[in-house]
């Protein structure tokens, strides 16, 4: 519970039971020549500490910077010293501030969706946030064709017509009907 130190004054201790209202106290400091009071408000509040970020999942592009991640912290009471860590280790890249708790970064290596377990801790508590993240080569875009239309003769050898694409990787190609016989 809470408590007034005969001798000092001091008022310490740990509430165990929150109140619905603050309540008021009168406390008395005295000696031989006379006194003095005070009235003194506590309320006592149930401690909670909750940690959110925009999302709960994110899916990343390798090699792209990413767009911060900037937790939401709520503290009742406001507690002070704020900590971020994360298990297992964020995607090799990315990497979150140790006392703002923002991820930020570019991940340089691919990883299925997984989950990351964020955790706060301040002196009110601790609290915790499950973030998922998928890193994946980023979707090809903008294919085309050295040459396009390609006008081709008849039984004379065609120049490579090399493709391009504006984003990503290409791991392999098909075509949608066979090409004409040569």
Same mark, same amino acid.
């Given at each position: 519970?809470?408590?007034?130190?005969?001798?000092?004054?001091?008022?310490?201790?740990?509430?165990?039971?929150?109140?619905?209202?603050?309540?008021? &106290?009168?406390?008395?400091?005295?000696?031989?020549?006379?006194?003095?009071?005070?009235?003194?408000?506590?309320?006592?509040?149930?401690?909670?500490?909750?940690?959110?970020?925009?999302?709960?999942?994110?899916?990343?592009?390798?090699?792209?910077?990413?767009?911060?991640?900037?937790?939401?912290?709520?503290?009742?009471?406001?507690?002070?010293?704020?900590? &971020?860590?994360?298990?297992?280790?964020?995607?090799?890249?990315?990497?979150?501030?140790?006392?703002?708790?923002?991820?930020?970064?570019?991940?340089?290596?691919?990883?299925?969706?997984?989950?990351?377990?964020?955790?706060?801790?301040?002196?009110?508590?601790?609290?915790?946030?499950?973030?998922?993240?998928?890193?994946?080569?980023?979707?090809?875009?903008?294919?085309?064709?050295?040459?396009?239309?390609?006008?081709?003769?008849?039984?004379?050898?065609?120049?490579?017509?090399?493709?391009?694409?504006?984003?990503?990787?290409?791991?392999?190609?098909?075509?949608?009907?066979?090409?004409?016989?040569?």
């Amino acid at each position: 519970g809470i408590n007034l130190n005969a001798t000092t004054g001091v008022i310490t201790g740990t509430p165990t039971t929150p109140t619905s209202s603050v309540l008021n &106290f009168t406390v008395t400091a005295s000696n031989s020549g006379g006194l003095t009071t005070a009235v003194i408000g506590i309320s006592v509040t149930t401690a909670s500490v909750a940690i959110s970020y925009a999302s709960s999942s994110v899916s990343l592009i390798l090699n792209t910077p990413m767009a911060s991640l900037t937790p939401s912290i709520t503290s009742s009471p406001p507690g002070t010293g704020s900590s &971020f860590t994360v298990s297992p280790a964020l995607p090799t890249g990315i990497s979150i501030h140790p006392t703002t708790g923002v991820i930020s970064g570019t991940p340089t290596v691919g990883i299925a969706s997984s989950p990351f377990d964020i955790s706060f801790t301040n002196s009110t508590g601790n609290a915790h946030f499950i973030l998922t993240i998928a890193v994946a080569e980023a979707v090809p875009a903008g294919l085309t064709y050295a040459q396009n239309p390609a006008p081709y003769a008849i039984t004379k050898p065609i120049a490579a017509n090399n493709p391009s694409v504006t984003q990503g990787v290409v791991a392999s190609y098909s075509v949608s009907a066979a090409l004409p016989a040569g």
